[in-house]
């Protein structure tokens, strides 16, 4: 029952271009949404998050879109650079919960 | 380093043996989680604390699997019998609000 779905292991992006990392979730109780990054060897690191009443946050380079209608979201990063070359999870909760439900990852290759 | 720490990082052991590793979160954070992770999977809970009171066990963390947090600190996650099926990458968590801070994690193999 994978309730946090990344349909695409793997993008490649040039850098300078955009990279655009989807999730799509299934369950409707999901309010709360984050984005991690992981590097080999290191633990995941916290991206950017957002709650359900809002449906764009942006941080930097960093932009993450809800589309409650359609259970989606999705992480740009405008201008990409070599080094956010890493694998990036998307996270799913339930205020009050506590308990996240990660996706299974799109690893992230931005060529210089 | 004020971040999350986990010791050890890397543990080999044969099957059978009893195995605990240790996590010690951001000093402030009242909460702390346990995920694993396997190859090509996110991270998926196992378990929660707030403060030393675990509120949260998933289905995933059988009776072999043991955690504490006995001073509402440091953590302690116990496998106990272990099998093949147990290696992975466990990582500990801990947040003051929604927001966790992870681990390195530490990488487990059973032979």
């Known amino acids: 029952d994978q309730q946090v779905k990344q349909n695409s292991p793997s993008l490649s992006v040039q850098e300078g271009r955009i990279s655009i990392l989807n999730c799509d979730y299934t369950n409707s109780m999901f309010d709360y949404f984050l984005w991690y990054k992981k590097y080999p060897a290191e633990g995941p690191t916290f991206l950017i998050s957002?709650?359900?009443?809002?449906d764009k946050n942006e941080d930097g380079r960093f932009t993450v879109f809800l589309n409650k209608s359609a259970k989606h979201l999705s992480l740009h990063i405008v201008p990409s650079q070599p080094g956010d070359s890493a694998v990036y999870f998307c996270a799913s909760t339930t205020s009050g919960t506590y308990k996240y439900i990660f996706g299974t990852g799109t690893r992230l290759k931005v060529l210089a | 380093d004020t971040g999350v720490s986990q010791n050890p990082r890397h543990k080999i052991t044969k099957r059978g043996q009893n195995v605990t590793f240790r996590c010690d979160p951001i000093s402030e954070h009242n909460r702390l989680y346990w995920y694993r992770q396997t190859l090509g999977q996110g991270p998926e809970f196992l378990t929660y604390f707030q403060n030393e009171a675990q509120l949260e066990k998933s289905r995933l963390l059988s009776d072999r699997f043991s955690a504490e947090r006995p001073k509402g600190s440091f953590s302690t996650l116990e496998i106990q019998r272990t099998e093949q099926g147990d290696s992975a990458m466990y990582l500990c968590?801990?947040?003051?609000?929604?927001?966790?801070?992870f681990g390195p994690g530490t990488r487990l193999t059973v032979t």
């Open positions: 968590a801990s947040s003051l609000g929604q927001g966790k801070y």
């Open positions: 957002i709650s359900s009443i809002k």
